[in-house]
């Protein structure tokens, strides 16, 4: 049945980004990715636009996830949600900035009013395959971030990048960012996007998955890297009078820390920043040893 004339169907299921914690760089042509999946694409144009021209408020919010996509274009496959999800919380909280696992059943509408759904609110892991779909909500900014909206073939014909949109927050009995069952609708040109939230046996199929603990580790590191690379880009000259501006106190403080001084990538992949350490000796540190006055907020997530 084509696209003019379907109804609602479900994807396949999603694919695990291969092990490797370090922070991709950008690369202008993506390769034949294996079993038919599409590779992840990103443009630094996107993310460079969005450095000059968004208000103080949004730069981390907006400028993260496109950057993260830049970074990962042509690496990875396009559907790894989870996997984006898990590493960009940790670099969303690097920063300063909560950012929460969100299971969600996508719908994607048309002007022609036909529609295909993504995703489940009853997920399950088949293997190393989740078959579900999954975004991040950012509950101190009300935003809601699908990196890997670009998996969604209707949703990539647009090439607008990572959906970052305003949502309003309602919490339930169990103190859940949003009530399951309640549903975000975005606008993406001519595309209705209509999320319905899962609920928290979603979450638990993902975070207390063997898959997802085994690969803690190497979300948080490279969660860390793509933090870094971020904060790079948010201490040049025309960005930096705005990003110190932002309502993050960590990342003020972490522009203030880092300044001017220079960064590079070790072999191991992990970026590191030319800075004294607790002793006053210079040293090569990891963002997350940089030292901080101690009124400065810890990273996210604290648990």
């Known amino acids: 049945m084509s696209k003019q004339k379907r109804g609602r169907k479900h994807r396949t299921p999603q694919q695990r980004a291969p092990r490797d914690p370090s922070v991709p760089r950008p690369r202008a042509a993506a390769p034949v990715l294996s079993g038919g999946a599409l590779p992840l694409r990103g443009s630094l144009g996107q993310a460079a636009t969005l450095l000059q021209h968004v208000k103080p408020d949004q730069l981390v919010e907006l400028v993260l996830p496109h950057l993260w996509a830049a970074l990962a274009d042509g690496r990875v496959p396009a559907n790894v949600c989870v996997d984006a999800c898990m590493t960009l919380r940790h670099a969303y ?3 300063g900035v909560r950012a929460e696992l969100l299971p969600v059943d996508l719908a994607v509408q048309g002007e022609d009013g036909g529609g295909t759904r993504y995703g489940s609110l009853t997920p399950s892991w088949t293997g190393t395959s989740w078959n579900g779909h999954c975004v ?28 970052v949109g305003k949502v309003v927050l309602s919490t339930d009995g169990n103190g859940s960012l949003m009530e399951p069952g309640a549903q975000v609708m975005l606008q993406r040109k001519d595309l209705v996007l209509t999320y319905t939230v899962a609920g928290p046996e979603a979450l638990a199929s993902i975070v207390e998955h063997p898959e997802a603990v085994a690969h803690a580790d190497d979300h948080r590191r490279t969660g860390v890297n793509v933090a870094s690379f ?27 820390a880092v300044g001017d001084a220079p ?37 996210w997530p604290r648990s």
């Open 136 to 163: 991040l909500v950012l509950p101190d900014s009300e935003r809601f971030v699908d990196a890997t909206v670009e998996q969604f073939d209707e949703v990539r014909e647009i090439g607008d990048g990572p959906l």
């Open 93 to 95: 909280g690097q920063l």
């Open 230 to 256: 971020t904060l790079d880009a948010l201490r040049s000259e025309v960005v930096r009078g705005r990003a110190m501006q932002a309502p993050h106190p960590r990342l003020r403080a972490l522009l203030r």
């Open 263 to 299: 960064y590079e990538a070790d072999e191991a992949g992990d970026v590191r920043f030319r800075l004294p350490d607790q002793t006053g000796r210079e040293q090569w540190l990891r963002l997350d040893e940089i030292p901080l006055p101690p009124s400065v907020p810890a990273a």
